[in-house]
Nanobody
Framework: QVQLMESGGGLVQPGGSLRLSCGASGIAFSINTMGWYRQAPGKERELVARITSSGYTNYVDSVKGRFTISRDNPKNTVYLQMNSLKPEDTAVYYC?????????????WGQGTQVIVSS
């Protein structure tokens, strides 16, 4: 059974920082591309950051220079360090694990963790 468990969300003031964590079980973590997505009220879910099995990263333009995604394969964990947070970063943040194998797409999601940026 695949489980992705996010933690680290909460309420933070503008300009503050948070570190999200996502622990994975039931998957071959190291060969998955891991991603963080977010969904704000009334908006579609969007990709925030992604890190491949080889460590290549990409970010949505709105978080470049502020957010950093990283992974610790021995711990089956992916992180999202969020600095200089803005009210527009308020959303539910979801962890995603993705890979292709034998022509089949494997795509798994966590339950999400709420991030609220407000004074």
């Amino acid at each position: 059974q695949v489980q992705l468990m996010e933690s680290g969300g909460g309420l933070v003031q503008p300009g503050g920082s948070l570190r999200l964590s996502c622990g994975a079980s039931g998957i071959a973590f190291s060969i998955n591309t891991m991603g963080w997505y977010r969904q704000a009220p009334g908006k579609e879910r969007e990709l925030v950051a992604r890190i491949t099995s080889s460590g290549y990263t990409n970010y949505v333009d709105s978080v470049k220079g502020r957010f950093t995604i990283s992974r610790d394969n021995p711990k089956n964990t992916v992180y999202l360090q969020m600095n200089s947070l803005k009210p527009e970063d308020t959303a539910v943040y979801y962890c995603n694990a993705h890979r292709w194998a034998f022509g089949t797409e494997f795509d798994y999601w966590g339950q999400g963790t709420q991030v609220i940026v407000s004074s």
